[in-house]
């Protein structure tokens, strides 16, 4: 492998890592006022008194975790520190539980249902583009260019509303949130994987039919043009039966292309899957990112969006380093 | 002679276009015979691919083809379903493609692409001959054996079209078919790729036919060459014959307008322009450039017709001299 | 090959070059002209009083008088949806605009002087663009205290300038080496000049494609944002009726009249500019086939 590739992709994953944590430390300083003594003052104002112990703690713990009567570097190195040692502080509304247990109890949650539903959306999207960029596909099949084209300018969230209203309030088959069914407790067998999988249908299936649209529309422009190409036509003098030219000569060639826009739109998917948790109530780190900003959680907030950043960048990484490995085409563009 | 192995009759295929039918084959009739190797010159647009590519049925997009009858060895290949034709291609009939360059697929080793050939066909051999089968054929065309496991993007342009050529040749087929095949490749590459074929196709002893521009490499390679004009064959005699002594007015300004080295002779080319195919002449097609021609030129086509022994040409000029009328 | 040229003139051109109107964009530009229309023009016909809060009772389905209904707070709902539609463009419109300005200053910069400059904006954008935008929003959003319509495009368009620095550096990279950019370097034109004359006129067509999904991908972002209730809060906008009907348990109270319409004009906003950018996109590589 190319060795001035790998280390530059490499400084622009570690440079991703420093601006996250650099915007998280200097943002809250840049801006005038200070939203935490705020947000603590309003808590003790409004707190009866079993709070107040808990409350100065925290205090305590946000002065060390801000460290603000040290100079600013010291306080920056400081943060670094805590943070390489995944510490980002406690939650401010779930005093004395640590972000990091609360982003680490929501995590998995995020992993299942957005890993799950954008796999299955690019997957069927893909196959779908592929269709319909084949010349002997029937021509009704044609008629859903449109439908795709409205169904990938849909947002996520948008048709999770949607989906409520049709099956959860006007057909009641569906429960309308959570990940399980409230106040059940989780064992590891069939039914509660059924009551999982009957809960993260709905917010599943947005993701799902609200991608396949924009995968469809970008899998059919990449067959389009591999359709065209020259290995295509000796394929066919060749004999070869459609479907192993589909499958072989089109659809891999136009796949792993694709794979590049699902790295690039990688940020999208995760965008909009934070949003589709939020309307469903999903205990992922999406609704904990909504609670956190309800509740001016602050320290939850900028553990969330650092993990956010920090995973999406770590997974366009081994990406960006694996992709030439499965495309023998790839030309190394370090210009 | 010895029976034919592939008899084009009366071919005429249009393309549907926007503009109109562009009328690209009119009648294009001939005969291949076992192991010989038949060139198709004319100048651009003239047809020759098309007829190439009818015979493999590979036509695309708006080609029609409107008559005529294509017979491999007694099988006629325009009747036949679009699976049966997909079970003769590149068993019965093959081709090597002109842009060597793109016609293998990149994310597919050269093995890979070879075994799908024996595959699609129902003949792939043991695991364990097959190998040494796909070893065989490169070193045939003159390729180590250990470009099986490469990429198309590790192969030059040369060995990209020696793997195109084993791949043509691969399950033997009575008919090759090569476009162009070497216009992409630089001169020197050119030769060496071109002798190969003619190697492996005379130890196999199929048929080719030869498309192209390049007179220099017919007179080297083919036995008998086809002079195609506006989407009809215009003459057809062996190379000696089209070089010594060409009959049809256009094949003799074509020999004309090659340059010679010796002479240093600047190359004319062929004077006028080339003839709508949307709206032809009438008559002979090449009567408005034709500074031979005469009344019936502009009234009727000129079949083509045996003046000499193996020596066919569409002409009004050749009239007197009919033996028979179809070609041989 | 002096031989081949012997046989190479060409048949007369048989396929004539038929003008064709370019659907897409005309259908995207309508669409988007009739939402500025509803928004802007249906503006200045309603009574502004009938958007405040207790306007009328809370909760009412549609009617012939109210034809989208009220929301929990006594708005109508119709007159709400009429002043947040054209707030939503125009944070759209400002973020696309400061966007692609700055994204075409640094892919310009980029791309023609190349060198150290080029790394440095190369890298800083690869950086950013590996970045889920709405995180680092979330960030900057949680800590402005009072958003408003222009604050909100601002902090949209902090992070729009990423993909068309991309795209415009991609193609001022291929600009540069054409024929008429390289004679007029060689005819001493200076650097600045010759990409104000020469490179950016040829970009046009790509700034325009840029600019359109860039204003579809601020939208996308700011409604995301106010969905969170990042949004402006004392003004309407598309987002944060999302909001509050969520924030009001409209969606699981069978409120439909209340979301359904937002939802409606948000979805006409990005099927007009993904039509508007389609169409952009065929123009350009029309453009491309001709000069060929
Ligand atoms: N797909 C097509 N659609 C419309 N017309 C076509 C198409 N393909 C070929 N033609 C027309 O058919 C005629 C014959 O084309 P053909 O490719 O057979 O010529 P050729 O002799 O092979 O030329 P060349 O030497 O350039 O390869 C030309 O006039 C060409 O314009
Ligand atoms: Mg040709």
């Not at chain 1, 069914?181 to 999988?197: A, K, P, Q, R, V």
């Not at chain 2, 490499?217 to 190379?239: N, P, T």
């Not at chain 3, 064709?20 to 309508?30: E, K, M, T």
């Not at chain 3, 600009?175 to 950019?181: I, S, T």
Request: net charge neutral.
């Amino acid at each position: 492998m190319n060795l001035q590739y790998v280390i530059r992709r490499t400084g622009v994953f570690i440079l991703v890592v420093v601006l996250a944590v650099t915007v998280n430390f200097m943002i809250p300083r840049l801006i005038p006022g200070d939203p935490i003594e705020e947000k603590l003052s309003q808590l003790t104002a409004t707190s009866s008194g079993n709070l107040v112990t808990g409350i100065e703690e925290m205090a305590a713990a946000y002065r060390t975790q801000f460290g603000l009567d040290r100079p600013l570097v010291e306080q920056y190195v400081n943060y670094w520190r805590d943070i390489l040692r995944l510490d980002f502080g406690y939650s401010l509304s779930n005093y004395p539980e640590t972000v990091s247990n609360s982003i680490s109890a929501a995590l998995p949650w995020t992993v299942f249902l957005v890993g799950t539903s954008t796999l299955i959306s690019f997957v069927i999207g893909s196959l779908l583009g592929g269709l319909l960029a084949w010349p002997r596909i029937p021509r009704v099949l044609r008629g859903l260019i449109p439908v795709l084209m409205v169904i990938s300018a849909v947002p996520y969230f948008l048709l999770g509303i949607i989906l409520i209203y049709l099956f959860v309030i006007v057909n009641r088959i569906f429960p309308a949130g959570g990940a399980y069914t409230f106040g059940s407790t989780l064992h590891w067998d069939l039914e509660s994987l059924g009551d999982i999988l009957h809960h993260a249908f709905l917010p599943g299936m947005s993701i799902v039919v609200a991608g396949i649209g924009a995968w469809a529309l970008n899998m059919r422009g990449m067959m389009i043009s591999v359709l065209g190409e020259d290995f295509i036509t000796l394929a066919k003098a060749k004999g070869l039966r459609e479907k192993r030219i589909f499958l072989w000569y089109g659809l891999r060639n136009g796949l792993l292309p694709q794979l590049t826009t699902l790295a690039l739109t990688l940020g999208y998917v995760v965008s909009g899957s934070i949003l589709v948790e939020v309307i469903f109530s999903y205990p992922g780190i999406g609704y904990k990112l909504y609670q956190a900003i309800q509740t001016k959680d602050f320290f939850v907030v900028q553990g969330i969006v650092l993990v956010l950043i920090v995973s999406i960048g770590f997974a366009l990484y081994v990406l960006d380093l694996v992709y030439p490995l499965i495309d023998p085409r790839i030309q190394y563009d370090v210009r | 002679m010895n029976a034919p192995v592939l008899q084009v009759d009366s071919l005429h295929i249009h393309y549907q276009t926007l503009a109109g039918m562009v009328k690209a084959v009119n009648g294009v009739s001939f005969n291949l015979y076992k192991g010989e190797r038949l060139g198709l010159v004319g100048e651009s647009g003239s047809g020759k691919s098309t007829t190439a590519l009818a015979i493999i049925r590979m036509l695309e997009g708006p080609a029609r083809i409107i008559d005529g009858a294509i017979n491999l060895s007694g099988t006629n290949l325009l009747a036949l379903s679009d699976d049966e034709m997909r079970a003769v291609r590149f068993d019965r009939v093959s081709m090597v493609p002109q842009g060597a360059m793109n016609s293998l697929n990149p994310v597919m080793r050269i093995r890979e692409q070879i075994r799908d050939i024996y595959e699609a066909h129902g003949k792939l051999p043991k695991r364990s001959e097959l190998d040494g089968k796909i070893a065989h054929l490169l070193t045939r065309v003159g390729l180590k054996p250990e470009v099986a496991g490469m990429f198309p993007h590790e192969l030059s342009g040369g060995m990209k079209q020696r793997v195109c050529i084993a791949m043509a040749i691969a399950l033997q087929p009575q008919v090759i078919l090569a476009d162009e095949p070497t216009s992409a490749l630089d001169v020197v590459v050119q030769r060496q790729v071109m002798e190969t074929l003619g190697n492996v196709q005379q130890e196999l002893g199929a048929a080719v036919i030869l498309v192209g521009h390049d007179m220099g490499l017919m007179a080297q390679f083919v036995d008998r060459i086809g002079v195609m004009y506006a989407g009809r064959l215009v003459e057809l005699a062996s190379v000696e014959q089209i070089f010594k002594a060409p009959q049809h007015p256009y094949t003799q300004q074509l020999i004309g307008s090659i340059p010679n080295l010796e002479q240093k002779k600047l190359f004319k080319g062929i004077p006028g322009t080339a003839p709508s195919l949307l709206d032809p002449p009438s008559g002979c097609p090449f009567h408005p450039r034709c500074s031979e021609a005469f009344e019936p030129c502009t009234l009727d086509v000129p079949p083509l017709r045996e003046t000499a022994p193996s020596c066919w040409v569409a002409c009004h000029l050749y009239e007197k001299v009919v033996s028979h009328d179809h070609p041989a | 090959m002096a031989t081949a040229q012997a046989l190479t003139q060409p048949v007369t051109e048989t396929r004539p070059r038929r003008r064709r109107i370019n659907w897409l964009l005309v259908s995207g530009l309508i669409i988007m002209l009739a939402l500025i229309l509803f928004g802007v023009g249906g503006g200045m016909i309603i009574d502004k009083s009938y958007a405040q809060v207790g306007a009328f009772l809370p909760r009412m389905a549609p009617d012939a008088e109210r034809l989208l209904g009220t929301d929990s707070q006594g708005r109508d709902v119709l007159s709400v949806l009429i002043l947040s539609t054209p707030n939503t463009l125009l944070i759209g419109l400002i973020a696309g605009t400061v966007g692609v300005g700055v994204g075409v200053v640094l892919g310009l910069l980029s791309g023609f002087f190349g060198g150290i400059i080029d790394g440095v904006i190369r890298t800083v954008t690869d950086v950013f663009v590996t970045i889920p935008g709405i995180a680092l929003l979330v960030v900057i959003a949680t800590n402005v205290r009072s958003i408003n319509v222009a604050i909100m495009a601002l902090i949209v368009a902090s992070l729009a300038w990423r993909f068309p620095a991309r795209a415009i550096r991609a193609q001022t990279l291929s600009l540069r080496e054409r024929g008429y950019v390289q004679i007029a370097r060689l005819n001493g034109v200076g650097g600045l000049e010759l990409v104000i004359k020469e490179v950016l006129p040829n970009l046009l067509p790509y700034i325009a494609a840029s600019f359109v999904s860039t204003v579809s991908q601020s939208i996308l972002a700011t409604i995301g944002l106010e969905a969170l209730g990042l949004g402006p809060q004392n003004e309407y906008t598309l987002g944060m009726m999302i909001y509050w009907a969520q924030f009001y348990g409209a969606i699981l109270r069978g409120f439909w009249w209340w979301w359904m319409p937002p939802i409606v004009i948000i979805v006409l906003i990005f099927v007009g500019l993904l039509l508007t950018s389609s169409g952009l996109d065929d123009l350009v590589n029309t453009r491309l086939r001709r000069s060929v």
